[in-house]
C-alpha cells in the first residue's frame, strides 16, 4: 500500500512521539541497568535530528493545509523560527567570535527540535488506540519499576547514572530528562482518557513518579495541572467534584505516611528555596538577565548567557533568556505563541465545551509550558514547540470536524486531510542532552 505524505507524516509522528518520551526512559533504564548498549547516545538528540529529516522530506505535502487550517498560528510559529536563525547568523556574521559561535550552534540546535516537536505535535495521532496502548503499557511498565526500587532500597528518588559503575555514564540521562519525558507522558494519556476515576489513578501515580524521578519543576507543573483540571471539571461533574476530594486525601496520606522518608528529599526543598545552592544560582542567573536587558531593551544581546557565565548553560532559567538572546521582538514572539495557544484551547474547552482529546492535550501541555517557562525553564528548553503543535493539531481538526465549514467545501486539501488515510496510519502506528535545553549538546549547565 502506497501512503500519502499526510498518512506518512502522521505515521512518523506517533512512532516519533512514543520513542522521544516514554521510549527516552525506557531506553536509558535499560542502558543504565547494562542491558542494552548506548547505540543511539542520549536517544532524544540523535532521534530528533532522524526525525528532521524526515520530516524536512514531508514537510511540503503539509505546509498547505497547515496554513490553512490554522487561522495564522503556524504562519506566526514558522516567522519566530525564520526571526531567530536569521538574528543568530546576523550576530555571528557581524560579531564573529567564539562566543557568536557557540550562541549560534546552541541556537541551530533549539530550532532543530522547535521544528520536530511542533511538526510532530501538529501530525501526532491523539486517537490512535495503538498509541494510546503502546503509551499506557510504558506508564504501567515505569510506575512499576520505579515502586520496585523504592520499595527494595527505601529511596525516594531514582537517579539512573547511579547505576552506572564503570564509565560510560554520560550517556545515561541525568532525571531531568526523564521528567521531561514522564511529563509527557501523563499529560497525553490523560488528554486521552475519558473516565474520571483513570484519570484519578494517573494523577495519583503520576505525581508518585514525578515525585520519584526527582525534578522539582516538572512535579509541581504537574501537580498545578492535575488541581486545575479536577478543579474546573469539579465545577462542571458532581463525579469529578468526588475524584478531586479523593486524590487529595490519597495524595496527603500518602506524604503524612511517609513523610519522615519524604523530609529531606530536594523534591520538599521548595519549602526553604532560601537555602538551596541551586535557588540561589538561578536567581544570580536571573539578574543577570534582568541587567543584560536594561542594558539593550530592544535588542537584548544575543549569547549573552555564554560571554558573562563563560558556559553554553549559563542562561536565565525563565523566558528572560528568549529577551537576552533573541531581542524584545522574539520575546514576544516566543511567549505569545504559548499565551495564545494556552488561552485558545481554554477558552475552547471551557465556553464552547469541546472536550475532545486534543483541545485537552493543547491546553495541558501549554499550561504546564506557560508555568515552567515563567517560573524555571530557559528559551532552549524544547517543549513549549510541542504546545505549539498541539494546538494547531487542535485547530486543523476543528476545522476539519463535520459540519465545519472547511468540511463542508471539502476544498482542494481533501488530499492532505483523507479521514481514512489518517485512521489507517492511526492503526498502523504505535536528549542526549544532560541540562534543561534539551539540545543535542553535551556541554553541562551551570547548575
Given at each position: 500500500m502506497i501512503l500519502s505524505g499526510d498518512a506518512l507524516t502522521a505515521r512518523a509522528s506517533a512512532i516519533g512521539f512514543f520513542v522521544l518520551f516514554p521510549g527516552f526512559i525506557l531506553y536509558h533504564t535499560l542502558v543504565a541497568m547494562g542491558m542494552i548498549p548506548a547505540l543511539l547516545g542520549g536517544l532524544f538528540g540523535v532521534v530528533s535530528v532522524m526525525m528532521f529529516v524526515v520530516y524536512c522530506a514531508l514537510l511540503p505535502s503539509q505546509l498547505y493545509s497547515l496554513l490553512s487550517t490554522t487561522r495564522g498560528y503556524a504562519l506566526l510559529t514558522f516567522a519566530l523560527f525564520a526571526y531567530v536563525l536569521l538574528w543568530a547568523v546576523a550576530n555571528y556574521v557581524l560579531l564573529g567570535s567564539g562566543v557568536m559561535r557557540a550562541a549560534l550552534i546552541q541556537t541551530i540546535e533549539t530550532l532543530v527540535l522547535w521544528l520536530v516537536l511542533f511538526v510532530m505535535g501538529y501530525r501526532v495521532p491523539l486517537a490512535s488506540p495503538r498509541l494510546a496502548r503502546a503509551f499506557w503499557i510504558a506508564f504501567v511498565l515505569i510506575a512499576a519499576y520505579l515502586l520496585f526500587h523504592v520499595a527494595t532500597t527505601g529511596q525516594w528518588m531514582f537517579f539512573a547514572r547511579r547505576m552506572i559503575e564503570a564509565e560510560g555514564g554520560e550517556n545515561v540521562s541525568t532525571y531531568q530528562g526523564y521528567a521531561r519525558s514522564a511529563l509527557v507522558l501523563l499529560v497525553f494519556l490523560i488528554a486521552v482518557s475519558e473516565r474520571a476515576v483513570v484519570r484519578a489513578a494517573l494523577i495519583v501515580l503520576g505525581a508518585f513518579v514525578m515525585f520519584v524521578l526527582g525534578a522539582r519543576s516538572e512535579l509541581y507543573a504537574f501537580l498545578a495541572l492535575s488541581t486545575l483540571l479536577l478543579t474546573l471539571w469539579a465545577g462542571m461533574s458532581v463525579k469529578y467534584m468526588?475524584?478531586?476530594?479523593?486524590?487529595?486525601?490519597?495524595?496527603?496520606?500518602?506524604?503524612?505516611?511517609?513523610?519522615?522518608?519524604?523530609?529531606?528529599?530536594?523534591?520538599?526543598?521548595?519549602?526553604?528555596?532560601?537555602?538551596?545552592?541551586?535557588?540561589?544560582?538561578?536567581?544570580?542567573?536571573?539578574?543577570?538577565?534582568?541587567?543584560?536587558?536594561?542594558?539593550?531593551?530592544?535588542?537584548?544581546?544575543?549569547?549573552?548567557?555564554?560571554?558573562?557565565?563563560?558556559?553554553?548553560?549559563?542562561?536565565?532559567?525563565?523566558?528572560?533568556?528568549?529577551?537576552?538572546?533573541?531581542?524584545?521582538?522574539?520575546?514576544?514572539?516566543?511567549?505569545?505563541?504559548?499565551?495564545?495557544?494556552?488561552?485558545?484551547?481554554?477558552?475552547?474547552?471551557?465556553?464552547?465545551?469541546?472536550?475532545?482529546?486534543?483541545?485537552?492535550?493543547?491546553?495541558?501541555?501549554?499550561?504546564?509550558?506557560?508555568?515552567?517557562?515563567?517560573?524555571?525553564?530557559?528559551?532552549?528548553?524544547?517543549?513549549?514547540?510541542?504546545?505549539?503543535?498541539?494546538?494547531?493539531?487542535?485547530?486543523?481538526?476543528?476545522?476539519?470536524?463535520?459540519?465545519?465549514?472547511?468540511?463542508?467545501?471539502?476544498?482542494?486539501?481533501?488530499?492532505?486531510?483523507?479521514?481514512?488515510?489518517?485512521?489507517?496510519?492511526?492503526?498502523?502506528?504505535?536528549?542526549?542532552?544532560?541540562?534543561?535545553?534539551?539540545?543535542?549538546?553535551?556541554?553541562?549547565?551551570?547548575?
Open positions: 468526588l475524584t478531586l476530594l479523593a486524590v487529595v486525601a490519597a495524595l496527603i496520606a500518602l506524604v503524612v505516611s511517609q513523610f519522615e522518608a519524604l523530609a529531606g528529599s530536594r523534591q520538599l526543598q521548595i519549602l526553604d528555596l532560601s537555602g538551596t545552592s541551586s535557588w540561589l544560582a538561578r536567581q544570580n542567573l536571573g539578574q543577570r538577565a534582568v541587567e543584560q536587558i536594561l542594558d539593550s531593551p530592544l535588542l537584548g544581546r544575543f549569547g549573552g548567557h555564554i560571554s558573562s557565565a563563560e558556559a553554553t548553560g549559563g542562561y536565565a532559567h525563565s523566558m528572560l533568556s528568549a529577551w537576552v538572546n533573541y531581542g524584545l521582538l522574539g520575546f514576544v514572539l516566543y511567549l505569545g505563541l504559548t499565551v495564545s495557544a494556552f488561552f485558545g484551547a481554554a477558552y475552547r474547552m471551557f465556553v464552547v465545551g469541546d472536550r475532545a482529546a486534543g483541545w485537552v492535550f493543547a491546553f495541558s501541555i501549554n499550561f504546564v509550558c506557560l508555568l515552567l517557562i515563567v517560573l524555571a525553564k530557559p528559551v532552549f528548553w524544547p517543549l513549549p514547540a510541542l504546545g505549539w503543535g498541539a494546538y494547531a493539531n487542535a485547530l486543523a481538526a476543528a476545522r476539519w470536524a463535520p459540519g465545519s465549514d472547511t468540511a463542508r467545501r471539502g476544498g482542494v486539501t481533501g488530499a492532505h486531510h483523507d479521514e481514512s488515510e489518517q485512521h489507517d496510519a492511526a492503526r498502523d502506528s504505535q536528549g542526549r542532552n544532560d541540562n534543561e535545553s534539551g539540545t543535542p549538546d553535551l556541554r553541562p549547565s551551570a547548575l
